[in-house]
Protein backbone atom coordinates (compact mmCIF):
# COMPACT_ATOMS: atom_id res chain seq x y z
CA UNK A 1 0.00 0.00 0.00
CA UNK A 2 0.70 3.05 -1.02
CA UNK A 3 0.54 6.41 1.25
CA UNK A 4 0.28 10.20 1.34
CA UNK A 5 3.17 12.67 2.92
CA UNK A 6 1.69 15.94 4.49
CA UNK A 7 4.74 18.46 5.84
CA UNK A 8 2.52 20.49 7.57
CA UNK A 9 4.47 23.96 8.17
CA UNK A 10 2.74 25.76 10.77
CA UNK A 11 3.51 28.79 12.32
CA UNK A 12 4.34 27.19 15.73
CA UNK A 13 5.14 23.94 14.61
CA UNK A 14 6.36 21.41 12.02
CA UNK A 15 4.38 18.23 11.79
CA UNK A 16 4.09 15.64 9.18
CA UNK A 17 1.24 13.35 8.61
CA UNK A 18 1.05 9.93 7.22
CA UNK A 19 -2.71 9.44 5.55
CA UNK A 20 -3.52 6.39 3.45
CA UNK A 21 -6.80 6.09 1.05
CA UNK A 22 -9.03 6.27 3.43
CA UNK A 23 -8.10 9.52 4.62
CA UNK A 24 -7.36 8.49 7.59
CA UNK A 25 -4.17 9.01 9.90
CA UNK A 26 -1.23 6.28 10.06
CA UNK A 27 1.30 8.21 11.48
CA UNK A 28 2.42 11.64 12.71
CA UNK A 29 5.78 13.45 13.82
CA UNK A 30 5.28 17.24 15.24
CA UNK A 31 8.20 19.24 16.67
CA UNK A 32 7.68 23.20 17.49
CA UNK A 33 9.31 25.69 15.98
CA UNK A 34 11.08 28.65 17.88
CA UNK A 35 9.11 32.24 17.65
CA UNK A 36 10.96 35.03 18.69
CA UNK A 37 9.54 39.00 19.14
CA UNK A 38 12.97 40.72 19.32
CA UNK A 39 10.85 44.36 18.96
CA UNK A 40 7.31 45.39 19.82
CA UNK A 41 5.22 44.16 17.30
CA UNK A 42 8.58 42.40 15.88
CA UNK A 43 7.63 38.11 14.93
CA UNK A 44 10.28 36.24 13.37
CA UNK A 45 11.70 32.55 12.86
CA UNK A 46 14.48 30.69 11.62
CA UNK A 47 14.40 29.86 8.55
CA UNK A 48 16.93 26.96 8.61
CA UNK A 49 15.01 25.98 11.69
CA UNK A 50 11.68 25.65 9.73
CA UNK A 51 13.56 23.15 6.90
CA UNK A 52 15.59 20.95 9.50
CA UNK A 53 12.62 20.51 11.83
CA UNK A 54 10.11 19.88 8.73
CA UNK A 55 12.96 17.47 7.44
CA UNK A 56 13.43 15.80 10.48
CA UNK A 57 9.35 15.27 11.70
CA UNK A 58 9.04 13.27 8.09
CA UNK A 59 11.87 10.86 8.94
CA UNK A 60 10.55 10.26 12.50
CA UNK A 61 6.68 9.63 10.82
CA UNK A 62 8.28 7.10 8.32
CA UNK A 63 9.94 5.25 10.99
CA UNK A 64 6.96 5.52 13.50
CA UNK A 65 4.85 3.76 10.53
CA UNK A 66 8.21 1.26 9.36
CA UNK A 67 7.81 3.15 5.99
CA UNK A 68 10.30 4.39 3.35
CA UNK A 69 10.35 7.08 0.81
CA UNK A 70 9.14 3.71 -1.42
CA UNK A 71 6.36 3.48 0.30
CA UNK A 72 5.15 7.28 -0.37
CA UNK A 73 3.38 8.40 -3.76
CA UNK A 74 3.14 11.29 -3.26
CA UNK A 75 3.87 14.92 -0.78
CA UNK A 76 1.60 17.79 -0.37
CA UNK A 77 2.49 20.87 1.75
CA UNK A 78 0.44 23.06 3.65
CA UNK A 79 1.87 25.96 5.09
CA UNK A 80 2.08 29.45 7.57
CA UNK A 81 0.98 32.09 4.63
CA UNK A 82 2.65 35.19 4.16
CA UNK A 83 5.84 34.55 6.00
CA UNK A 84 8.79 36.30 4.15
CA UNK A 85 12.49 34.44 3.74
CA UNK A 86 15.21 35.66 1.41
CA UNK A 87 18.13 33.24 0.70
CA UNK A 88 21.13 33.26 -1.61
CA UNK A 89 20.46 31.14 -4.79
CA UNK A 90 23.56 29.57 -4.42
CA UNK A 91 24.00 28.96 -0.71
CA UNK A 92 20.58 28.57 0.51
CA UNK A 93 21.82 30.62 3.27
CA UNK A 94 19.01 33.74 4.67
CA UNK A 95 20.17 36.92 4.26
CA UNK A 96 18.42 36.95 7.65
CA UNK A 97 15.35 36.05 10.06
CA UNK A 98 11.99 34.55 8.09
CA UNK A 99 9.41 37.80 8.81
CA UNK A 100 6.26 36.06 10.69
CA UNK A 101 2.70 36.56 9.19
CA UNK A 102 2.00 38.06 12.50
CA UNK A 103 4.91 40.77 12.60
CA UNK A 104 3.67 44.41 12.13
CA UNK A 105 7.10 46.29 11.93
CA UNK A 106 5.78 47.32 8.00
CA UNK A 107 2.92 48.81 9.19
CA UNK A 108 3.64 52.66 8.64
CA UNK A 109 5.39 51.42 5.09
CA UNK A 110 1.55 49.65 4.19
CA UNK A 111 -0.01 53.39 5.21
CA UNK A 112 2.60 55.03 3.53
CA UNK A 113 1.34 53.01 0.29
CA UNK A 114 -2.71 53.62 0.92
CA UNK A 115 -1.63 57.76 1.26
CA UNK A 116 0.08 57.11 -2.14
CA UNK A 117 -3.20 56.59 -3.42
CA UNK A 118 -2.56 52.66 -4.23
CA UNK A 119 -5.09 51.14 -1.81
CA UNK A 120 -7.86 50.25 -5.04
CA UNK A 121 -5.40 49.38 -7.57
CA UNK A 122 -3.26 46.96 -5.20
CA UNK A 123 -7.72 45.88 -4.02
CA UNK A 124 -8.30 45.12 -7.32
CA UNK A 125 -5.82 43.09 -8.34
CA UNK A 126 -4.81 40.94 -5.66
CA UNK A 127 -8.01 41.26 -3.92
CA UNK A 128 -6.40 42.32 -0.93
CA UNK A 129 -5.99 45.39 1.78
CA UNK A 130 -2.87 47.17 1.78
CA UNK A 131 -1.61 46.02 5.40
CA UNK A 132 1.88 44.44 6.90
CA UNK A 133 0.03 41.23 7.65
CA UNK A 134 0.90 40.40 3.73
CA UNK A 135 4.58 39.60 2.59
CA UNK A 136 5.13 42.59 -0.06
CA UNK A 137 6.30 45.23 2.65
CA UNK A 138 7.90 42.38 4.48
CA UNK A 139 9.90 41.89 0.90
CA UNK A 140 10.48 45.35 0.53
CA UNK A 141 11.80 46.09 4.15
CA UNK A 142 14.46 43.29 3.84
CA UNK A 143 15.61 45.17 0.91
CA UNK A 144 15.56 48.56 1.68
CA UNK A 145 18.04 48.16 4.80
CA UNK A 146 20.62 46.89 3.67
CA UNK A 147 22.16 48.55 0.17
CA UNK A 148 24.26 45.29 0.14
CA UNK A 149 20.80 42.92 0.14
CA UNK A 150 19.39 44.73 -2.71
CA UNK A 151 22.32 44.95 -4.74
CA UNK A 152 22.60 41.06 -4.44
CA UNK A 153 18.62 40.63 -5.27
CA UNK A 154 18.94 43.07 -8.42
CA UNK A 155 21.61 41.10 -9.62
CA UNK A 156 20.27 37.88 -9.35
CA UNK A 157 21.67 36.29 -6.32
CA UNK A 158 19.01 36.16 -3.91
CA UNK A 159 15.59 34.52 -4.24
CA UNK A 160 12.06 35.54 -2.14
CA UNK A 161 9.81 32.38 -1.43
CA UNK A 162 6.94 31.56 1.16
CA UNK A 163 7.38 28.66 3.64
CA UNK A 164 5.66 26.04 0.94
CA UNK A 165 8.38 27.97 -1.94
CA UNK A 166 11.47 27.64 0.54
CA UNK A 167 10.84 24.20 1.50
CA UNK A 168 10.14 22.77 -2.01
CA UNK A 169 13.97 24.21 -3.02
CA UNK A 170 15.34 22.79 -0.03
CA UNK A 171 13.88 19.41 -1.30
CA UNK A 172 15.12 19.71 -4.29
CA UNK A 173 18.27 20.89 -3.34
CA UNK A 174 17.96 24.78 -4.80
CA UNK A 175 16.50 22.70 -8.57
CA UNK A 176 13.26 24.27 -7.96
CA UNK A 177 12.10 27.57 -7.13
CA UNK A 178 8.26 27.90 -7.15
CA UNK A 179 5.48 29.21 -5.53
CA UNK A 180 1.55 27.96 -5.40
CA UNK A 181 -1.07 29.87 -6.49
CA UNK A 182 -3.02 30.35 -3.19
CA UNK A 183 0.25 30.92 -1.35
CA UNK A 184 1.67 33.58 -4.16
CA UNK A 185 -2.29 35.18 -4.07
CA UNK A 186 -1.14 36.25 -0.10
CA UNK A 187 1.99 38.62 -1.09
CA UNK A 188 0.42 41.66 -2.54
CA UNK A 189 2.41 41.23 -5.82
CA UNK A 190 0.36 38.69 -7.23
CA UNK A 191 -2.79 39.56 -9.44
CA UNK A 192 -4.97 36.62 -8.93
CA UNK A 193 -6.54 37.47 -12.51
CA UNK A 194 -4.12 36.86 -14.43
CA UNK A 195 -2.20 34.77 -12.35
CA UNK A 196 0.92 36.11 -12.62
CA UNK A 197 3.43 39.01 -10.54
CA UNK A 198 1.69 42.36 -11.02
CA UNK A 199 4.81 44.41 -13.10
CA UNK A 200 2.86 47.51 -11.95
CA UNK A 201 2.67 46.74 -8.29
CA UNK A 202 6.78 45.11 -8.29
CA UNK A 203 7.91 48.89 -9.97
CA UNK A 204 5.53 50.52 -6.88
CA UNK A 205 7.15 48.59 -4.35
CA UNK A 206 10.77 48.26 -5.74
CA UNK A 207 11.08 44.21 -6.48
CA UNK A 208 13.15 42.69 -8.52
CA UNK A 209 11.19 39.99 -10.41
CA UNK A 210 14.02 37.88 -10.77
CA UNK A 211 13.91 36.86 -6.97
CA UNK A 212 10.27 35.63 -7.60
CA UNK A 213 9.18 32.07 -7.94
CA UNK A 214 7.59 30.28 -10.73
CA UNK A 215 3.62 30.57 -9.84
CA UNK A 216 2.32 27.06 -10.50
CA UNK A 217 -1.50 25.16 -9.93
CA UNK A 218 -2.02 23.57 -6.09
CA UNK A 219 -2.88 20.18 -7.66
CA UNK A 220 0.26 19.17 -10.27
CA UNK A 221 3.47 17.43 -10.28
CA UNK A 222 5.48 20.90 -9.06
CA UNK A 223 9.04 19.03 -8.43
CA UNK A 224 10.73 15.62 -6.73
CA UNK A 225 12.64 14.96 -4.34
CA UNK A 226 14.93 12.12 -3.38
CA UNK A 227 15.91 13.45 0.43
CA UNK A 228 13.64 10.21 1.96
CA UNK A 229 15.73 7.79 -0.34
CA UNK A 230 13.21 7.56 -3.48
CA UNK A 231 12.18 9.51 -5.96
CA UNK A 232 8.60 11.26 -4.62
CA UNK A 233 6.81 13.86 -6.54
CA UNK A 234 5.97 17.16 -4.52
CA UNK A 235 2.48 17.13 -6.49
CA UNK A 236 0.37 19.45 -4.18
CA UNK A 237 0.83 22.89 -2.14
CA UNK A 238 -1.52 24.92 -0.67
CA UNK A 239 -1.85 27.95 1.95
CA UNK A 240 -3.19 26.33 4.92
CA UNK A 241 -6.08 28.42 5.05
CA UNK A 242 -7.06 26.89 1.57
CA UNK A 243 -5.70 23.67 2.21
CA UNK A 244 -8.55 23.02 4.93
CA UNK A 245 -11.08 24.96 2.55
CA UNK A 246 -10.12 22.18 0.60
CA UNK A 247 -10.09 19.05 3.59
CA UNK A 248 -13.11 19.98 4.59
CA UNK A 249 -14.55 19.09 1.05
CA UNK A 250 -16.14 22.74 0.81
CA UNK A 251 -16.05 22.37 -3.20
CA UNK A 252 -18.97 24.08 -3.72
CA UNK A 253 -20.00 27.98 -3.83
CA UNK A 254 -21.28 29.10 -0.73
CA UNK A 255 -19.60 26.32 1.73
CA UNK A 256 -17.32 27.76 4.31
CA UNK A 257 -15.10 26.32 7.19
CA UNK A 258 -13.24 27.92 10.01
CA UNK A 259 -9.63 27.13 11.67
CA UNK A 260 -9.16 27.55 14.74
CA UNK A 261 -5.25 27.44 15.06
CA UNK A 262 -2.76 29.66 16.11
CA UNK A 263 -5.10 32.85 14.63
CA UNK A 264 -8.41 32.06 12.85
CA UNK A 265 -9.44 31.71 9.37
CA UNK A 266 -12.82 31.75 7.72
CA UNK A 267 -12.82 30.80 4.38
CA UNK A 268 -16.17 30.61 2.00
CA UNK A 269 -15.76 28.95 -1.82
CA UNK A 270 -17.32 31.48 -4.23
CA UNK A 271 -16.68 29.40 -7.21
CA UNK A 272 -14.89 30.09 -10.12
CA UNK A 273 -15.50 34.08 -9.89
CA UNK A 274 -13.47 36.42 -7.53
CA UNK A 275 -16.06 38.08 -5.24
CA UNK A 276 -14.81 41.76 -4.11
CA UNK A 277 -15.64 42.45 -0.63
CA UNK A 278 -17.23 45.68 1.08
CA UNK A 279 -16.79 44.89 4.29
CA UNK A 280 -13.17 44.12 4.95
CA UNK A 281 -12.83 40.71 3.64
CA UNK A 282 -10.45 39.64 1.75
CA UNK A 283 -10.64 38.10 -2.11
CA UNK A 284 -7.92 35.27 -2.69
CA UNK A 285 -7.32 32.16 -4.73
CA UNK A 286 -8.50 29.46 -3.02
CA UNK A 287 -6.92 26.43 -5.44
CA UNK A 288 -5.92 25.76 -8.77
CA UNK A 289 -7.25 22.66 -9.11
CA UNK A 290 -7.87 20.34 -12.46
CA UNK A 291 -7.51 23.15 -15.26
CA UNK A 292 -9.53 25.36 -13.33
CA UNK A 293 -8.51 28.34 -10.48
CA UNK A 294 -11.29 28.70 -7.18
CA UNK A 295 -11.57 31.98 -5.31
CA UNK A 296 -12.80 32.43 -2.01
CA UNK A 297 -13.75 35.37 0.38
CA UNK A 298 -11.52 35.21 3.52
CA UNK A 299 -11.54 36.70 7.10
CA UNK A 300 -8.34 36.51 8.66
CA UNK A 301 -8.38 36.84 13.07
CA UNK A 302 -4.39 37.58 13.65
CA UNK A 303 -4.50 35.75 16.80
CA UNK A 304 -6.51 32.92 18.34
CA UNK A 305 -4.78 29.84 19.51
CA UNK A 306 -1.95 32.20 20.52
CA UNK A 307 -4.06 33.79 22.49
CA UNK A 308 -4.27 30.36 24.97
CA UNK A 309 -0.36 30.05 24.24
CA UNK A 310 -0.25 33.18 25.69
CA UNK A 311 -2.16 32.22 29.08
CA UNK A 312 -0.01 29.17 29.27
CA UNK A 313 3.99 30.95 28.24
CA UNK A 314 3.46 34.43 29.77
CA UNK A 315 0.68 34.43 32.31
CA UNK A 316 0.93 31.13 33.53
CA UNK A 317 -2.34 30.06 33.93
CA UNK A 318 -2.59 27.09 32.34
CA UNK A 319 -0.59 24.06 31.74
CA UNK A 320 -1.71 22.76 29.00
CA UNK A 321 -4.57 23.96 26.48
CA UNK A 322 -6.74 21.04 27.35
CA UNK A 323 -7.07 22.61 30.44
CA UNK A 324 -9.16 25.29 29.32
CA UNK A 325 -12.43 23.53 28.17
CA UNK A 326 -12.75 22.65 32.22
CA UNK A 327 -11.68 25.65 33.66
CA UNK A 328 -14.45 27.67 31.02
CA UNK A 329 -17.22 24.91 32.27
CA UNK A 330 -16.55 25.16 36.21
CA UNK A 331 -18.13 28.60 35.70
CA UNK A 332 -21.81 30.23 33.99
CA UNK A 333 -20.21 32.74 32.67
CA UNK A 334 -17.06 35.09 32.47
CA UNK A 335 -18.32 37.62 35.01
CA UNK A 336 -18.61 40.67 32.69
CA UNK A 337 -14.47 40.19 31.53
CA UNK A 338 -13.86 40.65 27.76
CA UNK A 339 -10.15 39.89 26.44
CA UNK A 340 -9.43 41.66 23.08
CA UNK A 341 -6.08 39.58 21.78
CA UNK A 342 -4.89 42.20 19.68
CA UNK A 343 -1.54 41.39 20.79
CA UNK A 344 -0.98 42.37 16.94
CA UNK A 345 -3.26 44.48 15.86
CA UNK A 346 -6.80 43.01 14.73
CA UNK A 347 -7.35 41.61 11.14
CA UNK A 348 -10.73 41.42 9.58
CA UNK A 349 -13.00 43.12 9.38
CA UNK A 350 -10.95 46.25 11.26
CA UNK A 351 -7.90 45.92 9.96
CA UNK A 352 -6.15 48.02 12.68
CA UNK A 353 -2.68 47.33 12.66
CA UNK A 354 -2.41 49.88 15.84
CA UNK A 355 -5.06 47.66 17.99
CA UNK A 356 -3.18 46.40 20.92
CA UNK A 357 -4.50 43.80 23.41
CA UNK A 358 -6.97 44.55 26.08
CA UNK A 359 -8.64 43.20 28.69
CA UNK A 360 -11.78 44.58 30.57
CA UNK A 361 -14.47 44.23 32.71
CA UNK A 362 -12.39 43.23 35.61
CA UNK A 363 -13.35 43.08 39.54
CA UNK A 364 -12.15 41.96 43.02
CA UNK A 365 -13.89 38.97 41.97
CA UNK A 366 -12.23 38.09 38.32
CA UNK A 367 -10.30 34.79 38.77
CA UNK A 368 -8.19 32.64 36.68
CA UNK A 369 -11.26 30.48 35.46
CA UNK A 370 -12.86 33.88 34.02
CA UNK A 371 -9.69 35.04 32.01
CA UNK A 372 -9.45 31.79 30.75
CA UNK A 373 -13.01 31.62 29.77
CA UNK A 374 -13.00 35.33 27.69
CA UNK A 375 -9.79 34.48 26.39
CA UNK A 376 -11.77 31.25 24.59
CA UNK A 377 -15.00 33.09 23.80
CA UNK A 378 -12.50 35.85 22.30
CA UNK A 379 -12.04 33.25 19.55
CA UNK A 380 -15.88 32.53 19.14
CA UNK A 381 -16.29 36.79 19.25
CA UNK A 382 -13.72 37.83 16.33
CA UNK A 383 -15.33 34.87 14.44
CA UNK A 384 -18.96 36.56 14.40
CA UNK A 385 -17.53 39.48 13.45
CA UNK A 386 -16.21 37.91 10.02
CA UNK A 387 -18.84 35.68 9.33
CA UNK A 388 -21.77 38.73 9.61
CA UNK A 389 -18.97 40.47 7.18
CA UNK A 390 -19.19 37.28 5.06
CA UNK A 391 -22.90 37.23 5.06
CA UNK A 392 -23.30 40.21 3.89
CA UNK A 393 -20.27 40.47 0.89
CA UNK A 394 -21.66 37.04 -0.42
CA UNK A 395 -25.50 37.69 -0.19
CA UNK A 396 -25.69 33.68 1.59
CA UNK A 397 -26.92 33.14 4.90
CA UNK A 398 -24.84 30.26 6.13
CA UNK A 399 -26.91 27.26 7.06
CA UNK A 400 -23.88 25.79 8.91
CA UNK A 401 -19.98 26.04 9.41
CA UNK A 402 -17.51 23.87 9.48
CA UNK A 403 -15.10 23.98 12.37
CA UNK A 404 -11.46 22.54 12.26
CA UNK A 405 -7.69 22.67 13.86
CA UNK A 406 -6.41 22.63 16.87
CA UNK A 407 -8.67 23.91 18.41
CA UNK A 408 -12.03 22.75 17.49
CA UNK A 409 -11.36 19.84 19.55
CA UNK A 410 -12.35 21.93 22.78
CA UNK A 411 -16.32 21.41 23.27
CA UNK A 412 -16.74 24.55 25.29
CA UNK A 413 -15.01 26.78 22.28
CA UNK A 414 -17.44 24.72 19.68
CA UNK A 415 -20.66 24.94 21.83
CA UNK A 416 -20.10 29.12 22.31
CA UNK A 417 -19.39 29.38 19.03
CA UNK A 418 -22.83 27.35 17.80
CA UNK A 419 -24.48 30.06 19.91
CA UNK A 420 -22.78 33.35 19.41
CA UNK A 421 -23.37 32.89 15.67
CA UNK A 422 -26.30 31.27 15.71
CA UNK A 423 -25.54 28.88 13.45
CA UNK A 424 -24.92 24.62 13.82
CA UNK A 425 -20.51 23.79 13.89
CA UNK A 426 -20.02 20.62 12.29
CA UNK A 427 -16.61 19.34 13.12
CA UNK A 428 -15.34 16.53 11.65
CA UNK A 429 -13.71 13.46 13.06
CA UNK A 430 -10.32 14.33 11.26
CA UNK A 431 -9.54 17.67 12.76
CA UNK A 432 -6.62 17.68 10.60
CA UNK A 433 -7.89 18.95 7.59
CA UNK A 434 -4.86 21.47 6.76
CA UNK A 435 -2.46 18.49 6.19
CA UNK A 436 -5.41 16.19 4.60
CA UNK A 437 -6.42 18.90 2.26
CA UNK A 438 -2.66 19.26 0.79
CA UNK A 439 -2.70 15.66 0.82
CA UNK A 440 -5.68 15.24 -1.41
CA UNK A 441 -4.44 18.03 -3.52
CA UNK A 442 -1.16 15.74 -4.28
CA UNK A 443 -3.20 12.63 -4.73
CA UNK A 444 -4.82 13.77 -7.47
CA UNK A 445 -2.88 15.01 -9.04
CA UNK A 446 -0.83 11.27 -9.41
CA UNK A 447 -3.73 9.48 -9.54
CA UNK A 448 -4.00 8.27 -5.85
CA UNK A 449 -7.60 9.38 -5.54
CA UNK A 450 -9.78 9.65 -8.87
CA UNK A 451 -12.01 12.88 -8.57
CA UNK A 452 -13.69 14.73 -5.27
CA UNK A 453 -16.19 12.58 -5.38
CA UNK A 454 -14.27 9.16 -3.86
CA UNK A 455 -12.48 12.17 -1.54
CA UNK A 456 -16.03 13.19 -0.37
CA UNK A 457 -17.16 9.72 0.30
CA UNK A 458 -13.82 9.74 3.07
CA UNK A 459 -15.67 12.67 5.11
CA UNK A 460 -17.26 11.41 8.19
CA UNK A 461 -18.71 14.44 10.91
CA UNK A 462 -17.40 14.13 14.81
CA UNK A 463 -20.14 16.32 16.05
CA UNK A 464 -22.86 18.78 15.40
CA UNK A 465 -23.15 21.84 18.07
CA UNK A 466 -26.44 23.10 17.81
CA UNK A 467 -27.00 26.72 19.14
CA UNK A 468 -28.75 27.25 22.56
CA UNK A 469 -28.57 30.62 23.10
CA UNK A 470 -31.51 33.13 22.82
CA UNK A 471 -31.16 35.77 20.55
CA UNK A 472 -31.29 38.85 22.73
CA UNK A 473 -28.88 37.16 25.11
CA UNK A 474 -26.47 37.10 21.61
CA UNK A 475 -27.00 40.57 20.96
CA UNK A 476 -26.16 41.44 24.55
CA UNK A 477 -23.07 39.48 24.43
CA UNK A 478 -22.16 40.94 21.00
CA UNK A 479 -22.83 44.24 21.94
CA UNK A 480 -20.33 44.27 25.01
CA UNK A 481 -17.59 42.50 22.74
CA UNK A 482 -17.62 45.53 20.23
CA UNK A 483 -17.43 48.04 23.57
CA UNK A 484 -14.38 45.95 24.21
CA UNK A 485 -12.96 46.39 21.00
CA UNK A 486 -13.32 49.81 20.87
CA UNK A 487 -11.02 49.94 24.09
CA UNK A 488 -9.07 48.02 22.25
CA UNK A 489 -8.81 50.01 18.96
CA UNK A 490 -5.52 52.21 17.62
CA UNK A 491 -4.09 51.70 21.07
CA UNK A 492 0.12 51.95 19.63
CA UNK A 493 -0.52 54.40 16.79
CA UNK A 494 2.75 56.55 17.04
CA UNK A 495 2.55 59.97 19.17
CA UNK A 496 3.57 62.26 16.10
CA UNK A 497 0.28 61.06 14.68
Given amino acids: MKYIMAMDAGTTSARCILFDHSGTICAMAQRELTVTFPKEGWVEQDAREIWEAQLAVCHEALQKAGLTGEDIAAIGIPNQRETTIVWDRQTGEPVGPAIVWQCRRTAEAADALKRRGLAD ?183 AGAAIQWLRDELGLIHSAAETEELAYRIADTGGVYLVPAFVGLGAPYWDSYARGTLVGMTRGTGRAHIVRAALESLAYQTADVLEAMQNDSGIALRALKADGGASRNNFLMEFQGDIVGVPIVRPQCVETTALGAAY ?33 RERLMKDWHRAVQCASGWAVPADR
Avoid at 164 to 179: A, F, K, M, R, Y
Avoid at 276 to 302: K, P
Fill in 121 to 303: SIRRKTGLIIDAYFSATKLQWILDRDKSVRARAECGELLFGTVESWLIWNLTGGVVHCTEYSNAARTMLFNIHTLDWDEDILRELNIPRQMLPQPVPSSGVMAETEVFGARIPIAGAAGDQQAALFGQNCFEPGEAKNTYGTGCFLLMNTGTQPVESRNGLLTTVAWGFDGTVSYALEGSVFV
Fill in 441 to 473: LAGLAVGYWNDVEEIRRNTATDRIFAPQMSQEQ
